[in-house]
């Protein structure tokens, strides 16, 4: 039975489910492409606050699509077997050897294990990748960079399919190229060209910071395209926040009403950027 004496935490619960209503109403059928990165998985009990949020979103009429990433545990894996990595300008190159690893790690032990913790939660997880279906087809990137590949089209009836049977699609960023090739997609590129292709409301690029941060290393919550492309001129955004913030500039310009980089790490950070007032991360805009 239920305990019926009020504390302030009680309290402050329902003050915040009230407040949530609008944004609650306001996101109803909308679709969310969020990245999970593989530095923002963090531990089990990470990945099971995450399942929940999840789940919540698509109990409350919002549609989820998520693609992860898996950098770690693809590093873990090619070091085990003695394949050394190269990155440049935040993206791998890959080998015919690596691109291998890529897919077993991305399409099998990470996959599964995001779609494991969905179901776990309620929720009705399928596990795909862009070669599933063809639902991402690549071309070469650049020779430089291997078996990456850059997408140009996205099949977004699959997606649809799976919405309108109460799915929730959990999508490994490979892609497959005009010849069958396999090619290994960066996780921030892939989620910003399915959310541009599905014309989301919104897409969330999970990861282990807390966003964009400004020459003074404070947060900056709200940024236009040309403070992107400025902060970058002047080096201000570099390393690995430069595919995330051209991630979002591509998919604003594509469609997408809104992207945040937000750090995964914090609990229920996907609530508390789409349910609550002050929201969370980097917002970037048109």
């Given at each position: 039975?239920?305990?019926?004496?009020?504390?302030?935490?009680?309290?402050?619960?329902?003050?915040?489910?009230?407040?949530?209503?609008?944004?609650?109403?306001?996101?109803?059928?909308?679709?969310?492409?969020?990245?999970?990165?593989?530095?923002?998985?963090?531990?089990?009990?990470?990945?099971?606050?995450?399942?929940?949020?999840?789940?919540?979103?698509?109990?409350?009429?919002?549609?989820?699509?998520?693609?992860h990433?898996?950098g770690?545990?693809?590093?873990?894996l090619?070091?085990?077997?003695?394949?050394?990595?190269?990155?440049?300008?935040?993206?791998?190159?890959?080998d015919?050897a690596?691109?291998?690893?890529?897919?077993?790690?991305?399409?099998?032990?990470?996959?599964k294990?995001i779609?494991?913790?969905?179901?776990?939660?309620g929720?009705r997880?399928?596990?795909?990748?862009g070669?599933d279906?063809e639902?991402?087809?690549?071309?070469?990137?650049?020779?430089?960079?291997?078996?990456v590949?850059?997408?140009?089209?996205v099949?977004?009836?699959?997606?649809?399919?799976?919405?309108?049977?109460?799915?929730?699609?959990?999508?490994?960023?490979?892609?497959?190229?005009r010849n069958?090739?396999?090619?290994?997609?960066?996780?921030?590129?892939?989620?910003?060209?399915?959310?541009?292709?599905?014309?989301?409301?919104?897409?969330?690029?999970?990861?282990?910071?807390?966003?964009?941060?400004?020459?003074?290393?404070?947060?900056?919550?709200?940024?236009?395209?040309?403070?992107?492309?400025?902060m970058?001129?002047?080096?201000?955004?570099?390393?690995g926040?430069?595919p995330?913030?051209?991630?979002?500039l591509?998919?604003?310009?594509?469609?997408?009403?809104a992207?945040?980089?937000?750090d995964?790490?914090?609990p229920?950070a996907?609530?508390?950027?789409?349910?609550?007032?002050?929201?969370?991360?980097?917002?970037i805009?048109a």
């Amino acid at each position: 039975m239920k305990q019926r004496d009020m504390t302030r935490d009680h309290l402050a619960v329902a003050r915040t489910l009230s407040e949530a209503l609008p944004y609650l109403q306001r996101f109803k059928n909308a679709i969310i492409v969020v990245k999970f990165g593989g530095n923002a998985m963090g531990d089990d009990e990470t990945m099971t606050s995450f399942a929940r949020d999840i789940v919540l979103l698509r109990q409350v009429g919002v549609n989820p699509v998520v693609v992860h990433g898996g950098g770690p545990m693809i590093n873990e894996l090619l070091d085990k077997l003695g394949i050394k990595s190269e990155f440049i300008d935040g993206k791998r190159v890959t080998d015919a050897a690596t691109v291998e690893v890529v897919e077993m790690v991305l399409s099998g032990l990470v996959n599964k294990r995001i779609v494991q913790a969905i179901n776990a939660q309620g929720g009705r997880a399928v596990g795909l990748s862009g070669k599933d279906a063809e639902l991402m087809i690549c071309e070469p990137a650049d020779p430089k960079f291997g078996f990456v590949g850059e997408p140009v089209e996205v099949n977004t009836e699959v997606l649809k399919n799976l919405f309108g049977d109460d799915m929730i699609p959990v999508i490994a960023p490979l892609g497959m190229g005009r010849n069958g090739e396999t090619f290994n997609v960066n996780g921030d590129t892939a989620a910003g060209a399915i959310a541009a292709a599905l014309k989301a409301d919104r897409l969330l690029l999970l990861t282990n910071v807390a966003g964009v941060k400004n020459a003074a290393g404070e947060l900056v919550t709200e940024l236009k395209a040309a403070e992107v492309e400025e902060m970058t001129a002047s080096g201000v955004i570099s390393g690995g926040m430069i595919p995330k913030t051209e991630t979002a500039l591509q998919a604003v310009r594509g469609g997408v009403r809104a992207c945040t980089i937000v750090d995964g790490r914090v609990p229920n950070a996907v609530l508390l950027e789409l349910f609550t007032e002050h929201g969370a991360g980097s917002m970037i805009r048109a």
